[in-house]
């Protein structure tokens, strides 16, 4: 029997997609809950119309206010680094929508050490919890990478040379982030510095690229 | 009076679509919200770089985010279901988005019960609750399986053999969870070894499957 | 200058499908933030194991858990519905836009009265407030119409008879809010069975539709 | 080894969607995360059924409400300017993406000076806050516009004369909220009349418009 009003699909290509919407929806509402642990100052009844009252209250947000910027900067990263990989795919499996759930777990967990972060700044465990998730992301990243190529997921076949320096540069973050936990017991800000090395790291990686490579990355 | 700035429509898919983006928006924040119930620990004053302190209280935080990983590991395999059923579909009515609305009701619910779990880990009241929840879902699930094949919504059509079978395979978690209620008061952890039984059941219920089921799955 | 990765546009009808996606992620997200007024009942230490206590508090959150899934019917039934509207649009302009986000204000304001009504369910206020919010949206819903039919939006030229049947189909809900509020000072729960006349009420308006109105809803 | 289950990609305009779509999810949850700010009021026990007590607890919530509304407002409007502007895009860059990334951080901390100002609704400090933050986000959308050109990702060239009016008419609201930081001191309701210039001048600005710009618009 017929139903008299029907919606018809008119893509096979909306399995594909719909993993992509679902990771950027997990994405986005992990970027805009970090604005929940900044929080609004509770009014100080008498104190409501106060500049100075309300401008040291807002002082006092200044590491949650950091923390939330930290989170944008390391989710929004995180996003713009799984826009680039999944651009190489050319198909995804139930084996890689799995590892996507695994992936999306310590993404959406992200907002509890950030926020943890914010309200302990000077705390060498804040570091390492913050740290710890990062090298979770970083790692399940790299497990997507070779279950991909091992099920053949990807738009071009990899030469191995490429591969390896793919891999490593996926897994060269994590590295940073291990070293950063004992460093956060000797002073908690250079626990930040060493993950900030990312930066001039990716770049030297970049410059030692094989010649290869531009055909993954394009 | 044509306006000057239209933005056209190019797909009728359009439609069927945004049943599935709906569904995995809800899902998605079902996922993201868990992380809201885990909770920042608050300052202690004086102990607020205390390693030790800070360990302390994460170490407080366990069962929650036990409870964070639960939650993560069952909207997610209810998400990858949907996926994989959604699959199967090639249009969707009226009756179908009425169904997917009570569905999503109660995956919106699943935070409310993991929230309980986390709080009350060794309480059978938990554990009966959890399960009425999931026990929902999964009810439903079986109930837009049947009324896709009843309006001829599926892809191909389905022979008798293989439609008991996949229903029979989506109703057995249903049955475990009912189970799982009286066995909780003997042991609140024994209800999460008959959910556990999901995994084997499932297991052995692949390979009976009959030789005409490929053609639903792939 | 080109730069080296380019990712490019596919089609022209992103803007038409944003318009729609858009709003579907507003409607899943207070779908899913009502969760969050139901709120896990805290720990009493001691009784933590004590099933009895457990029922009993989460016996205490039967008015928000009945808020919550209220919640969901209302807002699954205004998504419906946006469904069913749009599936007649083959275009949007400025001014649809602009009346979307008008809409869409309303629409995340409704777990507000909803949380209030979880909160209050016996006072006359709580019903007052959700009646005056569903108005909104209801009323700005047939604005949409209007506007559509007046700047050449809908997918096909409506007759004068059937345009008017669905104006009037969309503005009764409306008539219905409006009346509720009185009554709710008589007694509260008999605002809610003033709410429930819509379902009679549609169903006898469906069997009044004009003969061209099929051409409309399909 | 080829798996069984496949899903595969049918169109490469994915990933300049999922640029657009993830924009979209921030926006919508930061527009509904608003509604959280508003706050369900707490039950006095015994004054649960007084309307005249629940009136007064909701007449408090005014201020709220006022920033609930007004928050939608502009994060509506940003919105609307984002989906014009978007439109005439016919390809993203690695660049645009990390842009669209600092971008989507200021819009995801928009509630938060939302909130303040519904809590301290005259208190000049909020008034600086929150247009320090719109500021920011109408700085940022004109870099985007200024990458776009030069990166060559526009649909259609800009004549030098179209692309200064369309600059000026993104830069304009900055003038505005910078005005208005100084002014809220004089009066803080003062601020908010300097920001609602924004609409006579994007008025007079758009009958300004040289005679090509509506090949830019359209």
Redesign the interface.
Known sequence: ??????????????????????T???????????????G????VRGA????GA??EA?GDKVPLLAA??LG??VI??Y??AH??F??T???????F??LT??Y??FV??L??PT??L???S?????MV?FALNMAAVSSIEAVMLVHAR????LRDQLSDDVYSWVLRMELSPVALFLVSMPVA?VAPWLAVVVWSLSVPLQAIWNRRQPGTA?QY??
Chains 1, 2, 3, 4 share one sequence.
């Not at 950027?24 to 900044?38: H, K």
């Not at 000077?122 to 804040?126: A, E, R, V």
Request: charged content about 25%; proline content about 4%.
């Open positions: 029997m017929r139903s008299r009003l029907h919606y018809r699909r008119e893509s096979r290509g909306v399995e594909f997609e719909r993993v992509i919407f679902f950027d929806a997990v994405f986005a509402i992990a970027l805009t809950l970090l604005v929940v642990e900044v609004v100052p509770e009014t409501a119309d106060d500049p309300l401008l807002l939330f910027f944008c900067f929004g990263s996003w713009a826009h680039r999944m651009a795919l050319d198909a995804v499996d139930r084996g929508i799995g759930v695994v999306l777990a959406a967990l907002p509890f926020g943890v914010g309200e302990f000077s705390n060498p465990i804040s919890a091992r099920r053949d997921l017991f531009s990355l394009s």
